[in-house]
């Protein structure tokens, strides 16, 4: 997994809609600022979650572009 240093992250949160329910579900958009590269991530309801796998995704985007 690629190290990721907090200082070259913008991270967001956001409320986004599920499906039909129309019920809030947390979000996170994470933006890595020397490459350009965005991640999202709202499949879980709690946002620590989220974050988790956001940053899981950067970190395998990172090294795949390598």
């Known amino acids: 997994m690629a190290k990721l ?3 070259d992250l ?3 949160d956001y409320l986004t809609t599920e499906g039909h329910s129309m019920a809030p579900v947390p979000a996170v958009l994470i933006t890595h ?3 350009g590269i965005v991640v999202t991530a709202a499949k879980h309801r709690a946002q620590h979650l989220n974050v ?3 940053l ?3 970190s395998k985007r990172l090294e795949a572009s390598e």
Request: glycine share 0%; no cysteine; charged share 45%.
């Open 52 to 54: 988790r796998d956001a």
């Open 5 to 7: 240093d907090p200082k």
């Open 56 to 58: 899981a995704e950067l």
């Open 10 to 12: 913008f991270i967001e």
């Open 33 to 35: 600022k020397p490459t």
